[in-house]
């Protein structure tokens, strides 16, 4: 009986074996080399040569999981090259292919291109263990990818956006069909550019996780933009009722910024924990700017006394808990109704002029 077992074990794997077939990217032509990828194919390796190029996009075919090993090489995307990317004809489309799934890791470095990385409608997805340089408008661009996981990831100046997370933007698409809910962002770093707009983006999606990140290089717009507004219309507080949280832990911060670091606007019941974030130098610019959301800013060991957080809401809900001592938010607004300690109420949204601080409160200060 042992033996009857071991043999269909073993023709078990047999089977599996000859379904799943490794391969080797050819140097000559890697978006060929996709588009005809054989149906066997569950694995396949950048390891014919130390540098590849491709100027179109190298679309990815459907598979249940398909491992994309950069082993160490260089891929040089050309200009108008989305890189490795899932094109969707509509939302039905979208729905099918959420049972893909794609693992890109270990390429020394993927340079040029508009995008490096675009995936769309999958499901525990992951980028691991890779370096984006210079493309021009997002290095990892995540539409409707469910539980996506980017780790150990290096983005290195990217012309505008580092890594976007957001939702689907094809025919039948909305913010709350086709949202990348419960995407970890863990150990990336972000190194701006001149142009940078935003190192990190969140739109419209929930349960999103970022875990030591850091921010650095030269000035952007924003090292974390988080929105929910169903229409982009960021001069209102963000209304997709279906976005309930977020969460930010150990954030490093080392450059100055344009307009501020963190911006929230979260539907007013959204959680969001921001916890553990070090800027390292002085900015001109807010720490953060409130719009809306239920914020828990935690932890903050480290606090300049020109640091200021605005809101542009007149009533914002926030909470600080276990942070320096330095952090000092007053019982009341000063005379001028605008200022309460490093909280400001600046270019406010339309009617409201005057702090309110009822739900503003300051727990485990630091002694």
């Not at 309930?244 to 450059?255: D, P, Y």
């Not at 320096?324 to 000063?334: C, E, G, W, Y």
């Not at 605008?338 to 600046?346: H, P, Q, S, Y």
Request: positive net charge.
């Amino acid at each position: 009986m042992r033996w009857r077992r071991f043999v269909l074990l073993a023709a078990a794997f047999t089977a599996y074996g000859a379904r799943a077939v490794d391969y080797v990217v050819p140097v000559a032509d890697v978006a060929g080399f996709f588009a005809d990828l054989p149906e066997d194919a569950t694995y396949v390796s950048f390891s014919a040569a130390a540098e590849y190029r491709c100027d179109r996009d190298i679309v990815l075919p459907a598979r249940q999981v398909l491992v994309i090993d950069g082993k160490g090489c260089k891929l040089i995307l050309g200009p108008s090259s989305n890189g490795f990317t899932v094109p969707v004809a509509d939302q039905k489309d979208a729905m099918r292919k959420t049972a893909n799934r794609y693992v890109i890791r270990d390429f020394g470095s993927i340079e040029g291109g508009k995008k490096a990385v675009d995936l769309r409608a999958t499901l525990n997805s992951t980028i691991q263990d890779c370096r984006f340089t210079g493309q021009s408008e997002v290095s990892i661009d995540l539409h409707f990818c469910l539980m996506a996981r980017v780790r150990n990831v290096l983005v290195t100046k990217p012309k505008a956006k580092g890594i976007r997370v957001g939702c689907g933007d094809w025919p039948g698409a909305s913010t709350s069909n086709s949202q990348s809910n419960h995407t970890v962002l863990e150990q990336c770093r972000v190194y701006c550019s001149a142009t940078t707009t935003e190192a990190f983006t969140v739109l419209n999606s929930g349960g999103v996780h970022m875990l030591d990140c850091i921010s650095e290089g030269q000035p952007a717009d924003y090292d974390l933009f988080l929105s929910a507004t169903t229409d982009g219309d960021e001069g209102r507080a963000a209304n997709n009722a279906v976005v309930k949280s977020f969460s930010l832990q150990n954030l490093h911060v080392e450059h100055r910024l344009r307009k501020a670091s963190i911006y929230v606007n979260m539907p007013p019941k959204a959680t969001v924990e921001l916890t553990n974030i070090y800027w390292n130098s002085p900015i001109t610019v807010p720490v953060l700017t409130y719009v809306s959301g239920q914020v828990h800013v935690n932890n903050i060991g480290w606090w300049n006394p020109d640091f200021i957080i605005s809101t542009r809401h007149a009533v914002p809900h926030v909470n600080f808990d276990g942070c320096h001592k330095s952090l000092v938010v007053t019982d009341a607004p000063d005379a001028t109704g605008k200022k309460a300690g490093c909280l400001e109420l600046r270019d406010p949204l339309r009617g409201q002029e005057k702090l309110d601080l009822s739900y503003v409160r300051t727990t485990r200060r630091a002694m």
